[in-house]
């Protein structure tokens, strides 16, 4: 007989083996007759009790107190069952250690009946699981926190009032939220592996959003861009969209993520408030969406890239800070304390929506309508928040610059009363009768009001598509102002010396508003005021700049610079700086003003054009 037949029919010695071996850390007898338990030194060290010195026994109830009480139901229940109808039997139980821990054991046995089949012996073997339970415990954790993380992303996802979505590389819807739903008006199933030519009502407006997705999967990058998707009673919908190409962990581009923010109605606004084509694209390459996820401290857990790639930061530099002390909002303590406290109102289950100016790119600033709105677990208890923000700088830049051309405007009628009081006393002056006097004052009236045409356009927020010589400008705003022979040279008031300068349709009616303001202001105190007062215009260029001299003599005289800027001086720098790239310099001569006004020929002069 070899060895191993030897070992295999001596029970005893098999089960030393497995012992010896760590399969088997212990084995047990209980003595039903007795009611007692006893164990080997594996079992006595796994219950830490001492059998030796109460002869191998020890009450069941010394025992089943080792055992962790929750499981103890499950143990007895097994061994009454065994009791009754014999076989095999296994039970998992926590057994309690010296440190206060729990150890989990298998313990595996057979009950052995006498001649009268009663139950007299149950015996077997402790195995040692405590490693595969905690195992398998954590792997039910890890199971329960991906669950968790899939719901707080979902409800994050819904949350947000912007289009989310996800497609594969064939461009097949994969990912979509509420708002895609609602937008499409079809139900997940029948959009789910779709692409946008089998859901989208217009094949046009499908055709170009598959052609962008297409182009920024086949490049891996990523873009901002406007899209056309459904229409409304007046006209079609218009979204701004944020689409990044995503890669799998080998580096492959699998599919696209997107989202989508309505602009429609803004896009309508701004196009009622600003006719010109160049400011109004200026207004919409700004926008942009920002979206977050704070805990309810106020906490950065998560943001898009947008806003941080726009302030050319990293990731790294704003997760896990107060959203009050980040780069948008750390510039201004007024600022930071708005948003700490819609933090704590957004915390107590308010939404809160304001706007406010943030931290940009290289000390820049913007303005962006925030929001910030909290995020409820199935307790309705606040468990994250929500903020996000749309770019709205050029709205407000564009309002901001209406309401100071409003205030032109109010400025100008309240001159008109001056100037045509000024031309009536001069014209007076000069004319030798009733006839004459009423023909000059009526020429003077028409070229006022050719001149006060010329900057209506920028008044009226309306583009000029017309162009003009510099040097017939200047004569239709300055005629209502000179003396009636002023053309005879003996008593010419206005003196102009310079080439010929076409101007470009936009510097017109800056150049208008200009002129316009130092005319008003020469007529009401300087050279223009008086009879034999004079004005000299002259201008010169070099191939970057062009110079405009304004030169008064023979006016009132001057006692020194004024007290404080008027609205008019305000309203021509503001303009020359921002239409001009340009200066305009005041010299408070005693015999005259002198004005000097700088602007880049590029965007004053047509240039590179035949003369006619």
């Given at each position: 007989m070899s060895e191993t037949q030897r070992l295999l029919r001596d029970p005893a010695e098999s089960v030393r083996l497995a012992l010896e071996s760590g399969a088997i850390i212990g084995t047990w007898e209980w003595n039903i007759t007795s009611g007692r338990f006893g164990g080997d030194e594996g079992c006595a060290r796994v219950f830490q009790l001492d059998f030796e010195s109460e002869g191998g026994f020890l009450p069941l109830s010394d025992v089943q107190a080792r055992v962790h009480p929750t499981d103890w139901v499950a143990v007895d229940a097994v061994s009454q069952r065994a009791l009754a109808q014999g076989g095999i039997t296994?039970?998992?139980?926590?057994?309690?250690?010296?440190?206060?821990?729990?150890?989990?054991?298998?313990?595996?046995?057979?009950?052995?009946?006498?001649?009268?089949?009663?139950?007299?012996?149950?015996?077997?073997?402790?195995?040692?699981?405590?490693?595969?339970?905690?195992?398998?415990?954590?792997?039910?954790?890890?199971?329960?926190?991906?669950?968790?993380a899939n719901a707080l992303l979902h409800a994050v996802i819904e949350a947000v009032p912007a289009l989310i979505y996800v497609k594969d590389r064939q461009g097949r819807m994969q990912t979509a939220n509420g708002a895609v739903l609602d937008l499409i008006g079809m139900p997940w199933e029948d959009v789910r592996n779709r692409t946008d030519a089998e859901f989208l009502a217009n094949s046009q407006d499908a055709a170009m959003v598959m052609a962008t997705d297409r182009r920024l999967m086949e490049s891996g990058g990523h873009a901002e861009l406007e899209e056309i998707v459904g229409e409304d009673q007046h006209g079609p919908r218009v979204w701004l969209s944020q689409k990044r190409a995503f890669r799998n962990a080998d580096g492959a581009v699998v599919g696209l993520v997107g989202t989508s923010v309505e602009i429609t109605g803004r896009k309508r606004t701004e196009v009622a408030l600003a006719a010109s084509e160049a400011h109004l694209r200026r207004v919409l390459d700004s926008l942009f969406a920002f979206v977050g996820i704070l805990d309810p401290g106020g906490t950065l857990a998560d943001v898009n890239r947008?806003?941080?790639?726009?302030?050319?930061?990293?990731?790294?530099?704003?997760?896990?800070?107060k959203l009050w002390d980040s780069h948008w909002f750390a510039h201004d303590p007024a600022v930071r304390e708005r948003i700490k406290q819609s933090v704590e109102r957004a915390r107590a289950g308010e939404t809160v929506r304001f706007d406010v100016e943030i931290n940009w790119r290289a000390g820049t600033k913007r303005t962006i309508d925030y929001q910030i709105a909290p995020l409820y677990d199935t307790s309705g208890n606040v468990t994250m928040l929500v903020p996000s923000g749309v770019d709205v700088t050029a709205r407000k830049d564009s309002e901001a610059q209406r309401q100071l051309l409003i205030l032109e405007l109010k400025h100008r009628?309240?001159?008109?009363?001056?100037?045509?009081?000024?031309?009536?006393?001069?014209?007076?002056?000069s004319a030798s009768s009733t006839a004459q006097m009423a023909a000059s004052l009526t020429g003077r009236l028409q070229a006022l009001a050719r001149a006060h045409a010329l900057i209506n356009p920028a008044i009226n927020g309306e583009t000029e598509t017309m162009e003009a010589g510099l040097g017939p400008l200047i004569d239709a705003i300055v005629a209502p102002h000179v003396a009636p022979d002023s053309s005879t040279a003996s008593r010419a008031q206005l003196h102009m010396t310079g080439r010929r300068v076409q101007l470009q349709a936009d510097a017109v009616t800056g150049m208008a508003l200009v002129f316009h303001e130092l005319v008003t202001n020469s007529a009401k105190y300087?050279?223009?005021?008086?009879?034999?007062?004079?004005?000299?215009?002259?201008w010169t260029d070099t191939d970057d700049e062009l110079c405009i001299r304004w030169s008064e003599q023979g006016g009132p005289p001057i006692t020194g610079v004024p007290e404080r800027a008027g609205f008019g001086s305000r309203l021509i720098r503001s303009t020359v700086r921002a239409q001009f790239d340009g200066e305009i310099m005041h010299d408070w001569a005693p015999d005259g003003l002198i004005v000097t006004l700088r602007a880049k020929r590029d965007l004053v002069e047509v240039r590179n054009r035949p003369a006619p």
């Open positions: 296994h039970v998992e139980f926590r057994v309690l250690q010296r440190e206060g821990t729990y150890r989990w054991v298998q313990c595996s046995g057979r009950c052995e009946f006498g001649s009268d089949q009663k139950p007299r012996r149950f015996a077997g073997v402790l195995l040692d699981i405590d490693m595969r339970k905690r195992t398998e415990d954590r792997l039910r954790q890890s199971e329960a926190a991906a669950r968790e947008a806003p941080v790639e726009g302030a050319g930061l990293e990731i790294s530099d704003v997760i896990g800070r009628v309240q001159n008109l009363f001056t100037i045509a009081s000024g031309m009536v006393s001069m014209t007076a002056k300087g050279a223009l005021s008086a009879s034999d007062g004079v004005l000299r215009i002259d």
